[in-house]
Each structure stands twice: as structure tokens, then as C-alpha cells.
């Protein structure tokens, strides 16, 4: 029995040296049960060759319209196909994509798919930020397809810069909330939002500080599944291990007050924030230059803690633009739902994610169950799931609430 039951993918590959890691997303989608139909565009067998393909996805590989016409007419695969994904797409495809060109078997597949379109580009920076590629990343978008921000890194040779490829994994998870959803025009396309993730630290001495226990895990579905819906996304993560989600900008911060100062920056543009950090409510009045030693027979001195600024308080009191949604967190250990209410009318956002904490409830867990209260008396409680589909609910919400949605 053949045991790829999941839905049909077409990867395009197009000719660059990022080619090699399209084999990693190949392996990721055959391990997660899809029937791959691999594209590569003529130059991007001078990279990786036919036979590399064919064995990796078990399917027969053409590049040209003219070959295997009986057995796969050029317009079947679009056709068929339940998503497509170019990585890496390098800018000569891009530009091809946006004006429609049809030269090859990769681009009439373009032009047949009726189904969700992603790209992960990968270039040189210069070529990145070009006005041109620009424009045509921009037409893409417009048109609802995903171009994946390029990650920021090592790129060919010893330069460095905007235009790698991001993470094969990180792209598979991206198609993966684009197949779950399964919409061919993704709603978020065209948006700014802003997510903070995280925990803050608030530094006693050089080697002491005040913190909490969040993973940042949320922050990070809620980054990733905006993405995966087509917004440009700004991260803005405090003292996080995970890996930095494909086609999302990631601004690392320590304290709450480095935190404010990167959310109200990037907030400045953005259609939505929301704030998934754990910000520390307090800090230490003062920052002791030296370890802060014990002395024998002196009892310590008492920690004395000052006000942080209260973020989402601020974001929603003074929004950046008009129309923007602010959405903020509330982790409650009783009273959830009253407690949360309050907090809501207090802080003045839009929307507020409330869960309900203890011990072993929540952090660093890979599921979450909350309800999400809007300021206009609406209620909707998520199961207890994936922290991805707490975070779809949230952004089902914040699309309802944009201006022109
Ligand atoms: N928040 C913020 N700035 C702060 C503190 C919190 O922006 N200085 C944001 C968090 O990101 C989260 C929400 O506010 O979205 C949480 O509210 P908060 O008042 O911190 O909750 P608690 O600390 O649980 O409040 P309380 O002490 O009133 O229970």
C-alpha cells in the first residue's frame, strides 16, 4: 500500500547554492506522508542533479514542458497540487513568478496552481534589497502568495547578510500550517505584527538576576502561525532557546526595558502587537557593578524593587496607528475569568489571552488551553491543544478586527 496518504506537494527547486538543503525539506515532507513532485528549473540541476530528486521523492523529475508530455502534461501538476513550495527561490524565478512568465515546467506550475503558493527566497543581500526584487516580492504577496522572509546569515563564500535560506525545518513547518489552514489566499498577507515572547530579566549584579519561567514557546506559535498566514513578522524575544521561526525578524531583548523600546519601535508600523511575553513587573531599584558578596554574621540587605513600565498598557493607550489591535496575556492562578475581565478594562487592549497557571500548567509546555476575552463582551474559550491553534484562534480574532477586513 502506498503510504504517502497526505496531500499532494509540488517543490520547486530553483539554481541556487541553497539548493542542497531543498533535499532536507524533500525528507521532511516523504517522512510526513506527502507525495512529492519536484520541479527543479534547469540551473538548479548544475546544483543538485535529477537523479538526487527522483530517488529522495520516489517520483519522476522534469524540468522542461517538452519532455514526458504523455505522462505529465505541464498543467496537471499545478493542477493537482494541494501546495506549492519554491525553496530556495532565487530572484530570477521571483521575477518570473510575478510577470507570469511561463519558460519552464516550474513556472506553468505556478501559473496552474490554484492551490496556496509559498516561497523561501535565497540570494545575495544586494539582490534581496534591489528595488526590482522588491517590487516582485511585494506583486507576489499582493496576490496572496507566502514569500518567506530570508534568514540573516552566512551566505555564500565568506560574506554575510539578509538572504539565506532559512532553516529546511523551519520552511516544513511553515507549509504545514499553510496545508492545515488549507486557504489559497492567506489573510494576514499585506500586514505588519508585531509578537513579544519570552520572559524578561531584570539584573541584580553581573551574575544575578530576577526572572520567570516562561519558555517563549507561545510567542513563538503565534510568530510562526502569522507567518505561515502571510504577515511580515517582528519577534521580539526575551531570553529564549528556540530556534528563530522561518521568514520571522527576531529582535532579541533582556529587560522589560529593552523589551518596551523594541515593541514600541517596530509597533510604529504595524497593523497588530500582541504581547506574549512575560515582562517583570518590577526591578532591582539599583544594579550593583560587582558580585554582591555574603558576609559572615551580616544579614544580606533587603532587594529593593522599582516599577517597570507597563507595555501593553502604554501600546493601547497610544496606538501607533489607527485601527492597530492590541492583544495582551494574562496568566491567572484564580478567578481566571473575573481576573482577566478586569485586567482587560484595565490594560485597554483589544483582546486578552487568558490562561490559567500553576506548577506543572503552561510553561514550557507544548499545549494550552485558555479563552480569549474581547473588550467587546465576546468569549471564546480553545481547548486544550497545540500552542499553533491557540494562536490561529488569536489571529482569527485580530483579522475580524483590522481595519479592511
Ligand atoms: N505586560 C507588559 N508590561 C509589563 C507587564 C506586563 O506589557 N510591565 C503585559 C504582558 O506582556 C501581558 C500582560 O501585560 O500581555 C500581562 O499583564 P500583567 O499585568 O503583567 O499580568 P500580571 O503580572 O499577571 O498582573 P497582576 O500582577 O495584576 O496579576
Not at 23 to 48: N, Y
Not at 216 to 232: D, F, K, P
Amino acid at each position: 500500500m502506498d503510504e504517502r496518504v497526505g496531500p499532494g506537494v509540488v517543490l520547486g527547486v530553483s539554481g541556487g547554492i541553497a539548493a542542497y538543503k531543498a533535499c532536507e525539506l524533500l525528507r521532511g515532507f516523504t517522512e510526513s506522508g506527502h507525495d512529492v513532485r519536484v520541479v527543479p528549473t534547469a540551473s538548479a540541476l548544475r546544483f543538485v542533479g535529477e537523479a538526487t530528486w527522483s530517488a529522495l521523492s520516489g517520483n519522476p523529475v522534469t524540468t522542461g514542458v517538452w519532455e514526458d508530455v504523455h505522462e505529465v502534461p505541464h498543467v496537471r501538476i499545478g493542477q493537482r497540487a494541494a501546495l506549492v513550495v519554491v525553496a530556495p527561490a532565487t530572484a530570477d524565478l521571483l521575477a518570473r513568478a510575478a510577470h507570469g512568465i511561463a519558460d519552464d515546467l516550474l513556472t506553468n506550475t505556478l501559473l496552474t496552481a490554484r492551490c496556496p503558493v509559498v516561497f523561501a527566497p535565497a540570494m545575495h543581500t544586494e539582490m534581496w534589497e534591489h528595488p526590482a526584487t522588491r517590487e516582485n516580492v511585494a506583486t507576489l504577496r499582493r496576490r496572496g502568495c507566502v514569500v518567506i522572509e530570508p534568514a540573516v546569515g552566512r551566505l555564500t563564500g565568506v560574506d554575510t547578510g539578509k538572504g539565506r535560506l532559512p532553516d529546511p525545518g523551519e520552511i516544513l513547518e511553515v507549509c504545514r500550517r499553510v496545508l492545515a489552514r488549507g486557504v489559497a489566499a492567506p489573510d494576514l498577507a499585506g500586514r505588519r505584527v508585531v509578537v513579544s515572547a519570552g520572559g524578561t530579566r531584570e539584573p541584580l549584579d553581573p551574575v544575578r538576576f530576577l526572572g520567570n519561567r516562561s519558555s517563549g514557546r507561545q510567542g513563538y506559535a503565534l510568530a510562526r502561525t502569522a507567518a505561515a498566514r502571510g504577515a511580515r513578522v517582528t519577534l521580539v524575544a526575551a531570553n529564549t532557546a528556540l530556534p528563530d521561526p522561518a521568514g520571522v525578524d527576531v529582535v532579541p531583548v533582556g529587560t522589560a526595558v529593552q523589551l518596551r523600546e523594541a515593541v514600541l519601535k517596530a509597533a510604529a508600523d504595524a497593523d497588530a502587537v500582541v504581547m506574549a511575553a512575560a515582562v517583570a513587573d518590577f526591578r532591582p531599584s539599583a544594579y550593583a557593578e560587582g558580585k554582591i558578596k555574603k558576609r559572615d554574621g551580616e544579614e544580606p540587605e533587603p532587594l529593593r524593587l522599582v516599577r517597570n513600565p507597563d507595555v501593553l498598557a502604554e501600546l493601547s493607550a497610544d496606538r501607533a496607528r489607527p485601527g492597530q489591535v492590541v492583544v495582551g496575556f494574562a496568566a491567572e492562578t484564580d478567578d481566571v475569568l473575573a481576573n482577566g475581565r478586569a485586567k482587560l478594562a484595565r490594560k485597554r487592549c483589544d483582546l486578552l489571552v487568558v490562561n490559567e497557571v500553576g506548577e506543572q500548567r503552561t510553561f514550557g509546555a507544548e499545549e494550552n488551553e485558555a479563552v480569549v476575552l474581547g473588550a467587546d463582551g465576546s468569549e471564546t474559550p480553545v481547548p486544550h491543544g497545540p500552542k499553533e491553534a491557540l494562536a490561529d484562534t488569536v489571529w482569527d480574532l485580530v483579522v475580524r478586527r483590522l481595519p479592511g477586513a
